[in-house]
């Protein structure tokens, strides 16, 4: 699946972008199929505004985003929910865990959400390898920021998708844990064929990126 | 999906308002009872009214004149409109015209150890509406013998009150059809003589009846007013209690045995009730199915967050929607079903009893009482439905 941006603008932030220059904000540019890419941008450039926009998370923008052919703001309910559930997997900033669930079900109910991806026992695997094992049947609410973010990272990767977006995934994570992460998301995209955009305040060198853009 | 499911159970409670549940649940399971019983009873009633094994053939047939009041003195015959609009009539089967004899007859016994005599006026009606077979049920010009029918209490009025007052033997129906007497007719030419005997007795019409062919012969050759107008008529009804036909009697002034159409009042007090029935059990059920709405719309709102991340995740509004019909709408068939059970057990019971009574109802409930309770589970679908996918496309 290709995403084209075509003048995209967030409304809000109209006056600023207008008038600089950027590698998004009302400019034409495509993510093909497989490609990542990474985004780079100071804080209050609009890294999350971008997520959300192409998530359907909001409708505040100018300009047109498309799936393929599809323009995003035409999605709607069930179609919507198929995009997230089998094309477009997403780490947002703020996690967004059921604070209720256990770090077990926040994955688990991702995973059952369509028909399974993966079978039950590779929540176990994966949890092994980001090192989280002990917390998976603690409520999510009372895990640390840190693994609740790889328990984060876990669930985007539970379910289908052709494209992975991040918004800062390891902003608490040590270096070790990073390159753990890294690792098994760059295994998971690659057995998809599926691309991925990682949002981020730095330049870095966690995913070998065929694109920098910034915002 | 079943994991789905409870994980989407743990995160959308419904605890929050049991109590409101309970009482939605109780207000929609009174409602239910009520309007199933509501047609159950009408149902029974219909049975009692028109099955066969319930039907008593005398009431089916009913004379009706004009009510003889000091305006009406003299005036009572019936104009073929009013014949023909009481043919008309949904509740009337049929139509029979009562003809009066307009010559004069007596009877006279042949015997002297009986001795009596009468004057005497018949009445002859069309062959339908006589509940009596006899095979000398008939006449020609040619014969000297006249079958009559007679009321049963005419009868009963001789055997007890005028025999014990006149020192007279008892008589019984054979002994009766057994007695030869003399019918005499009277005509400007003088009189001419039959025999005549009683061959059967019927409840049906209070007067002497006679062959229809023998009425025409007489009103013919010896009537004064040939083109009189008849002043009573048998008809044949269904339903002599239906309250239509005492309206429509009442409406136009025609008066028949009020014994046989009393039955009507009853009806119309069952009527009410069993209106009054429906009515409390649609208001119930619009209240119920309200709070059970609110039921819903409370839970909805109460895990409002919950929605809005599964939706933001990927739930698709058809899958929310699919689990809260899972929560919200078996209970509905529960109620439904416990209803019907409780109103098979009540229909059972009440047929036990009245088959002691010689009244008979059937052991079942009727079909329209579990069409009923189909149409109001697809309605409660509904309502369960549209709540539901408001609330959810609205999040």
Same mark, same amino acid.
């Given at each position: 699946?290709?995403?084209?941006?075509?003048?995209?603008?967030? &409304?809000?932030?109209?006056?600023?972008?207008?008038?600089?220059?950027?590698?998004?904000?009302?400019?034409?540019?495509?993510?093909?199929?497989?490609?990542?890419?990474?985004?780079?941008?100071?804080?209050?450039?609009?890294?999350?505004?971008?997520?959300?926009?192409?998530?359907?998370?909001?409708?505040?923008?100018?300009?047109?985003?498309?799936?393929?052919?599809?323009?995003?703001?035409?999605?709607?309910?069930?179609?919507?929910?198929?995009?997230?559930?089998?094309?477009?997997?997403?780490?947002?900033?703020?996690?967004?865990?059921?604070?209720?669930?256990?770090?077990?079900?926040?994955?688990?109910?991702?995973?059952?959400?369509?028909?399974?991806?993966?079978?039950?026992?590779?929540?176990?695997?994966?949890?092994?390898?980001?090192?989280?094992?002990?917390?998976?049947?603690?409520?999510?609410?009372?895990?640390?920021?840190?693994?609740?973010?790889?328990?984060?990272? &876990?669930?985007?990767? &539970?379910?289908?998708?052709?494209?992975? #977006?991040?918004?800062?995934?390891?902003?608490?994570?040590?270096?070790?844990?990073?390159?753990?992460?890294?690792?098994?998301?760059?295994?998971?995209?690659?057995?998809?064929?599926?691309?991925?955009?990682?949002?981020?305040?730095?330049?870095?060198?966690?995913?070998?990126?065929?694109?920098?853009?910034?915002? | 999906?079943? $994991?789905?499911?409870?994980?989407?159970?743990?995160?959308?409670?419904?605890?929050? $308002?049991?109590?409101?549940?309970?009482?939605?649940?109780?207000?929609?399971?009174?409602?239910?009872?009520?309007?199933?019983?509501?047609?159950?009873?009408?149902?029974?009633?219909?049975?009692?009214?028109?099955?066969?094994?319930?039907?008593?053939?005398?009431?089916?047939?009913?004379?009706?004149?004009?009510?003889?009041?000091?305006?009406?003195?003299?005036?009572?015959?019936?104009?073929?409109?009013?014949?023909?609009?009481?043919?008309?009539?949904?509740?009337?089967?049929?139509?029979?015209?009562?003809?009066?004899?307009?010559?004069?007859?007596?009877?006279?016994?042949?015997?002297?150890?009986?001795?009596?005599?009468?004057?005497?006026?018949?009445?002859?009606?069309?062959?339908?509406?006589?509940?009596?077979?006899?095979?000398?049920?008939?006449?020609?010009?040619?014969?000297?013998?006249?079958?009559?029918?007679?009321?049963?209490?005419?009868?009963?009025?001789?055997?007890?009150?005028?025999?014990?007052?006149?020192?007279?033997?008892?008589?019984?129906?054979?002994?009766?059809?057994?007695?030869?007497?003399?019918?005499?007719?009277?005509?400007?030419?003088?009189? #001419?003589?039959?025999?005549?005997?009683?061959?059967?007795?019927?409840?049906?019409?209070?007067?002497?009846?006679?062959?229809?062919?023998?009425? +025409?012969?007489?009103?013919?050759?010896? $009537?004064?007013?040939?083109?009189?107008?008849?002043? +009573?008529?048998?008809?044949?009804?269904?339903?002599?209690?239906?309250?239509?036909?005492?309206?429509?009697?009442?409406?136009?002034?025609?008066?028949?045995?009020?014994?046989?159409?009393?039955?009507?009042?009853?009806?119309?007090?069952?009527?009410?009730?069993?209106?009054?029935?429906?009515?409390?059990?649609?208001?119930?059920?619009?209240?119920?199915?309200?709070?059970?709405?609110?039921?819903?719309?409370?839970?909805?709102?109460?895990?409002?967050?919950?929605?809005?991340?599964?939706?933001?995740?990927?739930?698709?509004?058809?899958?929310? +929607?699919?689990?809260?019909?899972?929560?919200?709408?078996?209970?509905?068939?529960?109620?439904?079903?416990?209803?019907?059970?409780?109103?098979?057990?009540?229909?059972?019971?009440?047929?036990?009893?009245?088959?002691?009574?010689?009244?008979?109802?059937?052991?079942?409930?009727?079909?329209?009482?579990?069409?009923?309770?189909?149409?109001?589970?697809?309605?409660?679908?509904?309502?369960?439905?549209?709540?539901?996918?408001?609330?959810?496309?609205?999040?």
């Amino acid at each position: 699946m290709t995403i084209t941006f075509r003048h995209l603008v967030p &409304i809000p932030l109209k006056e600023r972008f207008l008038q600089r220059s950027s590698g998004i904000w009302n400019t034409d540019t495509s993510f093909l199929p497989g490609e990542y890419i990474k985004i780079k941008a100071p804080s209050g450039t609009g890294k999350t505004t971008l997520v959300h926009t192409i998530y359907q998370l909001r409708n505040d923008y100018e300009g047109t985003v498309l799936f393929d052919d599809t323009p995003v703001r035409k999605l709607k309910g069930d179609e919507l929910a198929a995009v997230r559930q089998q094309k477009i997997s997403v780490i947002f900033q703020d996690l967004r865990l059921f604070a209720n669930l256990t770090a077990r079900e926040n994955i688990e109910l991702k995973r059952v959400l369509q028909e399974p991806y993966y079978p039950k026992e590779m929540i176990d695997t994966m949890a092994a390898e980001l090192g989280i094992t002990h917390i998976l049947e603690q409520r999510a609410g009372v895990c640390s920021y840190g693994e609740q973010q790889r328990v984060a990272i &876990i669930r985007a990767l &539970i379910q289908p998708f052709s494209w992975l #977006i991040m918004d800062e995934p390891f902003s608490h994570l040590d270096n070790d844990n990073i390159s753990k992460a890294a690792s098994l998301i760059h295994r998971e995209c690659a057995k998809r064929g599926a691309g991925l955009v990682i949002t981020d305040l730095e330049h870095d060198s966690h995913f070998t990126y065929t694109k920098e853009l910034n915002l | 999906m079943n $994991g789905l499911n409870q994980l989407l159970k743990k995160l959308i409670r419904n605890g929050t $308002g049991r109590k409101r549940f309970v009482m939605a649940l109780l207000g929609l399971s009174v409602a239910m009872l009520l309007i199933l019983a509501a047609v159950q009873i009408q149902a029974d009633y219909n049975e009692l009214l028109l099955s066969k094994s319930n039907q008593d053939s005398i009431a089916n047939f009913l004379v009706l004149n004009r009510a003889l009041t000091d305006q009406t003195i003299g005036a009572t015959t019936l104009a073929d409109s009013d014949i023909n609009d009481l043919k008309k009539q949904p509740f009337v089967e049929s139509v029979g015209t009562l003809t009066p004899s307009r010559f004069k007859a007596s009877i006279q016994s042949n015997s002297d150890r009986f001795p009596f005599f009468t004057d005497i006026a018949f009445e002859s009606v069309p062959d339908d509406f006589i509940d009596v077979t006899s095979k000398d049920w008939k006449w020609t010009e040619t014969d000297a013998f006249v079958p009559i029918i007679a009321p049963n209490m005419f009868l009963d009025f001789y055997n007890f009150q005028f025999s014990f007052s006149q020192n007279l033997p008892q008589l019984t129906h054979s002994v009766v059809k057994m007695i030869v007497f003399k019918v005499n007719v009277y005509g400007p030419g003088g009189i #001419i003589s039959f025999n005549g005997r009683v061959v059967g007795f019927s409840d049906r019409v209070s007067s002497l009846l006679v062959p229809e062919e023998f009425m +025409r012969w007489g009103n013919t050759h010896f $009537g004064k007013n040939q083109d009189a107008k008849p002043s +009573r008529v048998i008809i044949k009804t269904k339903d002599p209690g239906n309250p239509e036909l005492a309206k429509y009697l009442q409406s136009k002034q025609l008066v028949t045995d009020t014994e046989k159409t009393r039955f009507s009042r009853y009806r119309q007090v069952v009527d009410i009730v069993v209106n009054i029935s429906w009515l409390s059990g649609a208001v119930m059920l619009v209240f119920a199915l309200l709070v059970f709405t609110l039921f819903i719309q409370l839970t909805i709102a109460s895990s409002k967050e919950e929605i809005m991340l599964l939706i933001t995740l990927g739930a698709s509004p058809k899958q929310l +929607r699919k689990f809260l019909m899972r929560q919200f709408f078996p209970v509905n068939l529960v109620i439904i079903i416990v209803a019907l059970v409780i109103i098979t057990i009540l229909q059972f019971t009440i047929h036990n009893i009245l088959k002691n009574q010689n009244i008979f109802i059937p052991a079942l409930p009727s079909v329209y009482t579990f069409l009923t309770a189909f149409l109001v589970v697809t309605v409660i679908w509904w309502v369960n439905r549209a709540t539901i996918g408001n609330y959810i496309s609205s999040n």
